[in-house]
T-cell receptor, first 116, second 113 residues
């Protein structure tokens, strides 16, 4: 049963520390998305990649957030330095986009981040 | 306007009843719509999708209806079960927005046994 995996599932850290979240997309999927979910803002797209290249990171605070895909099986989202307002659930999703059509996004279980 | 916190619409139904969850969207250029279900502590789970060239699509116990004239989307769940209790999100994608989905605020469905 193919699924998106995320690690860690929970993270508690102190303000100013670096946080790295990892995602393994479904094998064969060529598009990877990072979302943040909070009670205040709901589900927001931070960035997404296709074939490992960043296509849209307009939703991501550039000064402290960075997203990369070192290879096709790993996506990372880093926050440095972390702040209490970054506390949220971070979801990774993946999809397969054939040319000319949109893809269905399949979500991972999320990383619950608490910054003290 | 600025949100002061999301107040989820709620829907409470009895087990076995049919449920209808509604969603209004604003982008008349949206060409693809999806419904997701999110249970507590889990990620959103794909339920069903529909493209703008259709007005109805059926799945297992679920039906999505699209009314482009009034920019309205609905999800119908037949014979609702306690396991259907969750937050349901609609999402839309515009023709020119690439793969970017815009999610609605969600509706909390509670199924009473």
């Amino acid at each position: 049963d193919a699924r998106v995996t995320q690690t860690p599932r929970h993270k508690v850290t102190e303000m100013g520390q670096e946080v790295t979240m990892r995602c393994q997309p479904i094998l064969g999927h060529n598009t990877v998305f990072w979302y943040r979910q909070t009670m205040m803002q709901g589900l927001e797209l931070l960035a997404y990649f296709r074939n490992r290249a960043p296509l849209d990171d307009s939703g991501m605070p550039k000064d402290r957030f960075s997203a990369e895909m070192p290879d096709a099986t790993l996506a990372t989202l880093k926050i440095q330095p972390s702040e209490p307002r970054d506390s949220a659930v971070y979801f990774c999703a993946s999809g397969l986009r054939p040319s000319g059509r949109g893809e269905t996004q399949y979500f991972g279980p999320g990383t619950r981040l608490l910054v003290l | 306007g600025e949100s002061v916190g999301l107040h989820l619409p709620t829907l409470s139904v009895q087990e076995g009843d049919n449920s209808i969850i509604n969603c209004a969207y604003s982008n008349s250029a949206s060409d693809y719509f999806i419904w997701y279900k999110q249970e507590s502590g889990k990620g959103p789970q794909f339920i069903i999708d529909i493209r703008s060239n259709m007005d109805k699509r059926q799945g297992q116990r679920v039906t999505v209806l699209l009314n482009k004239t009034v920019k309205h989307l609905s999800l119908q769940i037949a014979a609702t079960q306690p396991g259907d209790s969750a937050v349901y999100f609609c999402a839309e994608r515009g023709e020119t927005s690439g793969s970017r989905l815009t999610f609605g605020e969600g509706t909390q469905l509670t199924v009473n046994p």
